[in-house]
């Protein structure tokens, strides 16, 4: 193997022994004044020699000459003189000009010590010294960084430019050639029938045939990946780890049964495994026994192939290499890479499925054991540290990974719910069968009896409640509306979860709250998205997702104090609640909504058409289409109809006279603002603009409500327009803009009246 330290050179004294006689019988002045000179002259030699090397061929005898030996000359006479004013104990500039020569020798040493390390490179790579070469190129590298501070006082800027650049060449010639070497000593084969790795022990080529003088090893392979950039070593690294991982560790772990060979002879290995078949066995928890037991078994095949598979990392794919002193960290960060990917499946596929489904069962850790041993098995091959032993850490805190494993199944739960496709609805609130439960609590908090929770939140609001009932009355009376099943599957969900805390574990009861809060969260987070298109375009389903939002709203905040009088921790019961969700939930009813008002009342503008022109109708009196102007205003109307008979039936009633009164202000608004741009009339015109606008005065019968509902003979509760007892609102309670309507026909009634009276 190569040398895997710095070389040290030995540096000729060409005639030393006459050259330092004559040197010390020198005067102090005199040994400066040469020394300056021969300064002068070891740096035009090294300048010389770089530009030999490196440019154009100035002068065939010195290309190739090693400056270093001038260099180490000059400074053992420096030697001299500076121990001669030492002796001398002066104080005149003769010892500044001394730590300048020093400096400056110093510095030219450093540049002919990288010129010397940089020419050689190429050779050493391709004698396959790669090793070497990696040890030239870093120490090049720090010499010119300490050179870097110098320039340009003591040495020439070109010539530093100028090993520079031959610096990052050589760097690059040595990366290439060790990504060959990588390719050579590890090649994958991955068919579609089996996927192998061949770890060469030995390269004894280079890329174009030339043989190595020395074959290159395993151990020069790392040291030389390690001395050129630790980066880089851990960049090759993974390139270990992804097929290791992929075409190994993970088809052995859903397939342990799949088969693995293993063959070694002197100058290489061989680690073979049958191709991962997609009809793998489903290791997902099962939750009966049976499973559990057969998970058993599977955790002892994956730990003995596993452990197979490390010890061939270990023996063969570090053949020869110290790993405890030369490659430790190199060594240890494949081990990290490849437990801190692995660990998270070993422990979702095989250790989560593996914990009792019955708390009482939670000291049953037999099962386990393998999986324990396996993580053993890494500490003590040195891939992991005990820092990182999560199986072992795992197993201490069962419970804890018994609480996350039932959180898991709930919202697993939720995710299936949330993927359902149902636009089905069903009607809650009210005073019918569907009742919501908060009806069982008045509004001071307190339980009621349940068949009267209804009249007697209805009677905390006087009498007629119900009929005048609005958003803000202060009850916990839901109001009715129509709702997605979805939603009340998902509130359903959040009462049983809730209600879990009643009989398991203290330690559990945290594990049920979050549970429920990240339901709620992953609702809120899915629904947009899943009905982004149709809130735009379809009435009913904004309706219904706002319904949702309502619904959840109204459950979110009490859902928490519902629990109080349970056996909760107290600093659950202090701060366990569902409030701060409600303002999100807040938000997505309004944006649910706002797409598609915004887009009835363009489509109600559209309809409108000259109606929204200043003085449109003053002016185009005489010539007047009423026809065709009573035509667009009656299908402006009709898009409000439409959408009014599907709001009747799914959004709450104040809801939905608040929406109906927001859409016909925009027919409103431009009508009264057309009649009061016309002045004084005659009886007959009077009387046909009167005609002309009874489709924006007709739509005061929209404002009605369903007093009473019926029930088909499901049981469900409809409230469809036409059936039972409908009740006509204050329309001026919900339209700002339908007096001012009714004040533009008084006056045009008025103005009727006279002509006639005057007639």
Known sequence: MATTTRGLRRYKRENAADGYADFEDQSSEEQL?????????????????????????????????????????????????RLRLLEQATQDDSVSRLDTIGRTIHAIAKLAKTHANLKDVDEQILHGEVAVAASSIAEANTLLRELEANCPMLVSTNQLQILQAQYLKKRAALRAELDYLLAEMYHFTDTSSVCELTVSFYVTANYDGVPYENPVTLSDLFFALTELDLALAREKIDFLTKPLIDCWFIPLLHNPGEALAISRVKLFATMSIGAYSSGKKDMRPGGSEAIRSGLA???ALVKEKWTNVLMFMCEDMFHEVNIAEDHADLYAYLGTQLWT????????????????????????????????????????????????LYIKDSIRSLLQTYVSKRRRDLLTVVASILANDDTNTV?????????????????????????????????ALGSGALDDYEDDSGSLLFPRCSISVQAQTLVEFARETIGFTEDDDANTIPLYFYAVRDAFVLYRCLLPRQWATELVVDPKRAFVVYNDCEYICHHLSTLGFRQRERH?????????????????????????????????????????????????????????????????????????????QTSDAHLPRAMHLKMLGLLSDTVFGSVANRLEEIGSVGDSDARAIIRLVSPAVALEDRFQYSETTSTNAHGVHSSVAGRGHRRKAPVTKYSKEWENLQAQITRLKGMSAHCISVI
């Open 297 to 299: 078994a599977q955790c």
């Open 568 to 644: 909760w921790p107290d600093v659950m019961k202090e701060s366990a609640t569902f409030v701060d969700a409600i303002a999100s939930y807040r938000a997505l009813a309004k944006s649910s909504l706002s797409p598609l008002l915004n887009r009835l009342r363009e489509q109600i503008q559209q309809a409108l058409g000259p109606w929204l022109q200043i003085k449109w109708l003053e002016s185009n009196l005489d010539q007047l289409d009423y026809e065709d102007a009573e035509r667009k205003l009656s299908l402006a109307t009709g898009i409000i109809g439409q959408t009014a």
């Open 341 to 388: 990917k692995l660990c998270p499946l070993l422990q979702e596929c095989l250790f989560v499925p593996l914990v009792p489904a019955n708390i009482d069962g939670i000291s049953d850790t037999h099962a386990m054991l393998p999986l324990l041993e396996l993580e053993e098995t890494w500490l003590e091959l040195g891939l992991i540290s005990s820092d990182t």
């Open 427 to 459: 009607i809650v609130g009210g005073e019918g069968p569907v009742t919501d439960a908060l009806s069982d609590y008045s509004g001071s908090g307190k339980r009621t009896n349940g068949k009267k929770a209804g009249k007697k939140a209805a009677g």
């Open 33 to 81: 004044e040469i020394l300056e000179t021969l300064i002068e002259q070891a740096r035009a030699s090294i300048y010389e020699a770089i530009n030999s090397h490196h440019r154009d061929f100035l002068s065939i005898r010195t290309y190739g000459q090693d400056p270093l030996d001038e260099v180490a000359t000059l400074n053992d006479k420096y030697e001299v003189a």
